[in-house]
């Protein structure tokens, strides 16, 4: 199973940016997908998941500004980012579990300009 993010860039304060990540493998389907995020010096973080196709779960310091999708038939998860801050500056990593396992993507990085 690999995991490649796509999406992540320098925006203003403000501005909007739409995270992509592609799930290729061999396996049924996926109940899991989700977004983490580390800053600098700080510890990985769960940003929003996603089971099934409506049930999601959002961190609450992202909570009305981003909005995790997926995308079954393409084997994807997106997260649009609106209204970003620069407190959402970090490495951006995608996440599945599968078979009792999670695998991570490499990360997209995201930073925001004050």
């Known amino acids: 199973v690999q995991l490649q993010a796509s999406g992540g860039g320098l925006v203003q304060a403000g501005g909007s940016l739409r995270l992509s990540c592609v799930v290729s493998?061999?396996?049924?389907?996926?109940?899991?997908m989700g977004w983490y995020r580390q800053a600098p010096g700080k510890p990985r973080e769960r940003v929003a998941t996603?089971?099934?196709?409506?049930?999601?779960t959002y961190t609450d310091s992202v909570k009305g500004r981003f909005t995790i999708s997926r995308d079954n038939a393409k084997n994807t998860v997106n997260l649009q980012m609106n209204s970003l801050k620069p407190e959402d500056t970090a490495g951006y990593y995608c996440?599945?579990?599968?078979?009792?396992?999670?695998?991570w993507g490499k990360g997209t990085l995201v930073t925001v300009s004050s």
């Open positions: 996440k599945v579990t599968l078979y009792g396992s999670d695998y």
């Open positions: 493998g061999t396996f049924f389907s996926i109940p899991v």
């Open positions: 996603i089971e099934g196709t409506d049930h999601t």
